[in-house]
């Protein structure tokens, strides 16, 4: 009987299988990205984030030596006039403080300790803080740190969701590398930034502990992450 | 006497994709080189986070042999809930001592990182200092 007929169906059928083979790794991995360039752009992006999401902070801790209680008058000379103050307890519950100039008003009960932040994100606090006495006090230290602000990165959650490429643009990410990003802060909540990730091929993701100023004016660690495809 | 040529086909076929299989494994394994993630990087803001904490700063001021609990509950939430393959541990000491691990953790993958920080004083606990040594591993 003659078999050549089902040799050349057998023959197809070996270079089905083949193609479809060459076709479906092709398809789940793609040889000619680049691992090494996504890493890099990976920590591109995380640092274009933390560039453009932080702020100058400048912290002072007093320290009130007198017993008595009631608002306090604290003076600190040479901080910048743009530069907004906020103020949190020895626990790092916010206190409400005003500023005049280069005096401070600092609203206690019998606190004996304080530490005042200011920057230009922090909002300029409504509430009262009238005759403030001169208690004695002193400065136990200062410090200037950049950390990021929570005001910028909800302004950069906005413009991921506004205006995508735009931000891309503005961030300097290749029209290739798309990204998200999130601010989370442990036990508390979260601001996320995402959009649907391709099902197929590999996501990037690094993640960095930072010191964040927040809106209430007090300031907290949270994870920075970012991913990128 | 039955052809055999289609099988011979797809049996060449089915070594090709296995010739194939073996390259691309081959380049996937070699692109990700085993570079282990330098933990060093982590351990600077988990102090960072202890030292302005006013809470821990007492404890390890006041009762540095109580803190090392604290602080690894700490770590647990920093650590243990996001990376349960990295294996973590803390010692609070004077600041002559050498501040080392008590025994060697029995599932260290690699390497272990440690960065350590002076607290020098707090409100309640005054102007005493202790060493803050914290000890990261990739469990192995």
Redesign the interface.
């Known amino acids: 009987m003659e078999?050549?007929g089902?040799?050349?169906?057998?023959?197809i059928?070996?270079?089905m299988?083949?193609a479809g083979?060459?076709v479906t790794?092709l398809y789940l991995?793609n040889?000619t990205k680049n691992?090494s360039a996504m890493e890099s752009s990976r920590d591109y992006v995380i640092n274009q984030i933390i560039n453009n999401a932080s702020v100058e902070l400048d912290s002072y801790s007093i320290?009130i030596t007198e017993t008595a209680t009631g608002n306090i008058q604290i003076n600190i000379e040479g901080i910048d006039p743009t530069k907004n103050v906020g103020a949190v307890d020895?626990?790092?519950k916010p206190m409400i403080a005003i500023r005049s100039g280069d005096n401070i008003c600092l609203a206690r009960s019998a606190e004996?300790?304080a530490t005042l932040y200011f920057s230009e994100d922090l909002d300029e606090i409504m509430g009262s803080c009238s005759s403030p006495s001169s208690i004695s006090y002193r400065i136990a230290s200062s410090i200037t740190s950049e950390v990021i602000s929570e005001k910028r990165i909800l302004l950069l959650n906005n413009s991921y969701y506004s205006n995508y490429p735009l931000l891309k643009e503005q961030l300097g990410i290749p029209e290739s590398v798309e990204f998200s990003f999130s601010l989370e802060f442990?036990?508390v909540e979260t601001i996320n930034a995402e959009r649907a990730k391709p099902l197929r091929g590999e996501v990037f993701s690094e993640?960095?502990?930072?010191?964040v100023l927040r809106k209430d004016g007090s300031?907290k660690?949270g994870?920075l992450t970012v991913q990128i495809w | 006497m039955?052809?055999k040529?289609?099988?011979i086909?797809?049996i060449?076929?089915?070594i090709?994709?296995l010739i194939?299989?073996v390259v691309?494994l081959t380049?996937?394994l070699t692109?990700?080189a085993a570079t282990e993630r330098d933990l060093s990087e982590?351990i600077t803001?988990?102090l960072?986070?202890i030292a302005?904490?006013?809470?821990m700063r007492d404890e390890i001021i006041t009762h540095p042999e109580n803190a090392n609990e604290s602080i690894m509950a700490f770590l647990a939430?920093?650590i243990k809930e996001?990376e349960p393959n990295i294996g973590y541990n803390v010692r609070v000491c004077e600041i002559a001592d050498v501040c080392s691990l008590e025994s060697y953790p029995s599932d260290v993958g690699g390497n272990i990182y440690v960065g350590s920080r002076l607290i020098s004083s707090s409100?309640i606990g005054g102007a005493e200092s202790k060493r803050v040594a914290i000890f990261l591993w990739v469990r192995g």
Do not use: Q
């Open positions: 078999k050549r089902a040799s050349n169906i057998e023959f059928l070996a270079f299988l083949f083979f060459l790794i991995y040889p691992l320290v020895y626990y790092g004996n300790f442990p036990d993640t960095k502990l930072r010191e300031s660690f994870y | 039955v052809n040529k289609g099988i086909r797809i060449e076929a089915s090709a994709i194939i299989l691309i380049i996937s692109r990700r982590t803001p988990l960072e986070e302005k904490n006013n809470s939430t920093r996001r409100l």
